[in-house]
């Protein structure tokens, strides 16, 4: 299901003389380990990160310090975010490029582009080796196409808290077409251009237009901020993890909070679980410092309203008319 | 609801001049830090953990040094278990026993007792306070009573993984009374010293003689290792928690596996969550090595098969008939 560049990671144990090796995947490339694994335990001894790995915000640091481990494989994005990778540290990362084809999903979805165009071509890091063949692909059908470039590696490449390939390109083009598993990528790009966006989906074989669903979304989203409005007692959060880690963002919002006459509590994880927050029972909202994608993609899960960053003066200064969907996402 | 003992921790805290304190609880206490944040924020600056804290064996130190914290305030456990702090750091433990009379429940259930004595008179840390009057009261009714003293700090104190209290006065006694909330602690001792064993729950306002539970849930345990047999591919599991930490047992039990011609896979994670788990869909069965409760109490959560460190002998040697209930938890 995915190339997970095996002879590559070989390579780089030996060149390093790797002795040890935690591995860190995303849940959904969990699975997909097991060859890799065996692979691997023929020359080094084997280690599996058992948490989530979100992004390259996510790197599995603080296991491999405590596990006396000096070489991370990190599956499943492009390289650090926002992070700093300690000198006695040396993680590779590998991309995992889905071996699934895009174009075949294109070509039984053809009708569905209409007449966008031109096409910014853009895609989550497991197709982006894809983006070439159907840049061609629909040129030979007579669109025109353009791969935008960001801040990150690969051309077109988007992820959930950068679609500067996105931004790069929205003058130039009609639409966007977003390769993706799912909607979360293609929400990202929507958020920040406004512009109309297609979710090319390999293993749904589908192209599906958000804006519907992100519709819905904004809105139950202005319900919870708007309920928001009412909380007189707020969680700010802070995640641990390495490139989430936004401690002085967190204390400058609960001093906001606090100055407007209500109650800020600072909470402090590495893993934000809706499950675990419950227990607070005080609180009435959330104010997300982490993973922006918490405040908006994930908001069912908190049952309270979770507000992101640069939302909360809004509702201190109750200004909610003013507010614009790109608000919700503090980085992006 | 519980006595966060406010005045002793103001007094620790400005008898070591902290500025800063990260406060943790147990999921079930959290609801009630309201009042004592507040009061503490009058001196100090306040972070509070969203992390689960469950025992002395899961100290945020890790969020601590993060955040740059010297002090931490650890509720609902009476101090360290298996772990060293570090010099650097101070944690000052708040037992938080529960406001909450334990006599009122016994009076209503004194049938439940029937001629069992001398009762052995055991308690979780939030009801230890309570155990001398409940003595006086159970002999003042002509029960023989005896409260025994093990590892912990307080006389008839047990916790999830030392019941050394009921141990030391097991042969003394015709039954214990176990004061604490839910099953989890009678089951301790149920499981060490094979005796019959009464809880008696204050906020249920109930007594109820726990084997038939019991039993139950050793069938369950037996049908999984059973199911275990036919594993091939063990993950097992390490917890980065530092009074859980077992890496060298981990990589013994690994070996042990392998020899035995199966596959191990060494899993470190700090919170070991079942959801995450489930991602590794070529793990057929894991391996214990954090808390001992993990694979007893909360096994249903992992939907496949996982035993203690010391069960895997027996899966391995295909002799589970030798099997005894004791031999579940790896640590107790």
Redesign the interface.
């Known amino acids: 299901m995915y190339d997970l560049s095996i002879q590559r990671v070989k390579k780089w144990l030996s060149d390093n003389k790797a002795k040890k090796v935690?591995i860190q995947a995303p849940?959904?490339i969990?699975?997909y380990?097991?060859n890799f694994?065996?692979s691997l335990e023929k020359e080094v001894e084997?280690?599996?990160?058992?948490?989530?790995a979100w992004g390259g915000c996510d790197i599995a640091l603080?296991?491999a310090k405590?596990?006396g481990i000096k070489h991370i494989i990190h599956i499943g994005h492009h390289g650090p975010v926002r992070v700093k990778i300690p000198e006695n540290v040396q993680v590779f990362f590998v991309p995992a490029f889905a071996k699934i084809s895009v174009e075949n999903a294109l070509e039984n979805n053809l009708n569905k582009l209409g007449d966008c165009s031109p096409i910014g071509l853009l895609a989550s890091l497991q197709h982006v080796n894809q983006l070439k063949s159907v840049k061609k692909k629909l040129e030979n059908l007579g669109y025109s196409v353009v791969i935008g470039h960001g801040n990150l590696p690969f051309d077109g490449q988007i992820i959930g808290c950068d679609v500067s390939a996105a931004v790069n390109i929205a003058r130039k083009v009609s639409c966007f077409l977003v390769i993706a598993g799912g909607i979360f990528h293609g929400f990202g790009v929507y958020i920040r251009t406004g512009k109309k966006t297609l979710i090319l989906d390999p293993y749904r074989k589908k192209i599906v237009d958000i804006q519907k669903t992100m519709e819905k979304f904004y809105a139950k989203h202005l319900y919870n901020l708007a309920k928001a409005l009412e909380a007189k007692?707020f969680g700010v959060?802070v995640s641990?993890k390495p490139g989430q880690?936004s401690?002085n963002l967190a204390r400058k919002i609960a001093q906001k909070i606090k100055k407007h006459g209500k109650?800020a509590?600072?909470?402090?994880?590495?893993?934000?679980?809706p499950e675990?927050?419950q227990?607070?029972?005080?609180i009435d909202a959330y104010v997300n410092t982490a993973c922006p994608r918490l405040n908006f993609d994930n908001e069912d899960n908190f049952k309270k309203p979770i507000i992101g960053a640069k939302e909360i003066d809004y509702v201190l200064e109750n200004r909610l008319a003013d507010h614009k969907i790109i608000d919700t996402l503090h980085i992006l």
């Open positions: 935690l849940d959904g969990k699975a380990l097991e694994i065996e084997v280690f599996i990160s058992g948490s989530r603080k296991e405590q596990l007692k959060l641990t880690y401690i109650k509590y600072i909470i402090v994880t590495d893993e934000i679980e675990t927050l227990n607070f029972t005080f």
